[in-house]
C-alpha cells in the first residue's frame, strides 16, 4: 500500500534527523541561479500541494528545499532538483484529490487496511507510525485523517469496522526516496548531494 510506504519512509527520516539542528533560512534570491523559477513559486506549489500539513511544516519543507537549492555542490542539478520535487508535490496533491472522492465505506476500509498492515509493525515501529498519523502528517484528506487516528486508538490486534475492500487503484506513483525532517517530508533527488527536505 503506498500511504504505508509513505509512512515508513517518514519514519526512517525521522530517525536520519535525530540530533541534526534547524538550519536557518538562506535569503531569497530574485530566481534561483540556472532557472527562471521564482522562491515565490516553490513557496505556492507547497501551499498548494501540502494541504495536509500545517503552515509551519509547510514553510519548513520550503525553507530546507530553498537552502539546498543555494548549495553550489547542487549548481549541476538545480533545475533537475526542481523538477524532482514539483512531479513530487503534485503526487501527493493527486492522492489528496483523488482519496476525497471515495465514498465513506471505501475510507473506512483504507483505514481499517492501513491498521491492519500497521499491526503486524514491530512495535517501535507501530509507535512511530502512530505518531505520524496523529500529527496528520499523511496526505489524506481531513475526514480521512481522523478514521486513521480513531484506528489507532483501538487495540492493534483488533479487527474493527469493515473487511478491507479491493482499494488497489488508489495508490499514487511510487514515492521513490521521499524522506521527511521535522515535517516529515522531503524529496531526494539522485544527483544532489542531501534531501530536499
Known sequence: MFLLGFAQNLIESSAAQRG?????????????????????????LVDDCFTHLTRD???????MLHAELLKPANAAV??????????????????QIRLGELSSPEKEAL???????????PARERAELEQIVSRRL???????????????????????????????????????????GASGLAFRHPGSDAALQ
Open 111 to 121: 483505514a481499517v487496511e492501513f491498521h491492519r498492515s500497521a499491526a503486524r509493525l
Open 78 to 95: 538545480r533545475g533537475d532538483m526542481i523538477r524532482y520535487f514539483a512531479e513530487m508535490a503534485l503526487q501527493v496533491r493527486a492522492l
Open 20 to 44: 541534526h539542528a534547524p538550519k536557518s533560512a538562506a535569503p531569497l534570491p530574485a530566481t534561483y541561479p540556472g532557472t527562471m523559477v521564482q522562491p515565490e513559486h516553490l513557496q505556492r
Open 138 to 180: 499523511l496526505p489524506l484528506p481531513s475526514d480521512m485523517g481522523a478514521l486513521f487516528a480513531a484506528q489507532f486508538e483501538r487495540d492493534p490486534g483488533e479487527a474493527a469496522g469493515p473487511a478491507p475492500l479491493n482499494l488497489g487503484a488508489v495508490s499514487a506513483p511510487s514515492a521513490g526516496s521521499a524522506r521527511g
Open 57 to 63: 511544516q509547510r514553510t519548513e519543507i520550503f525553507d
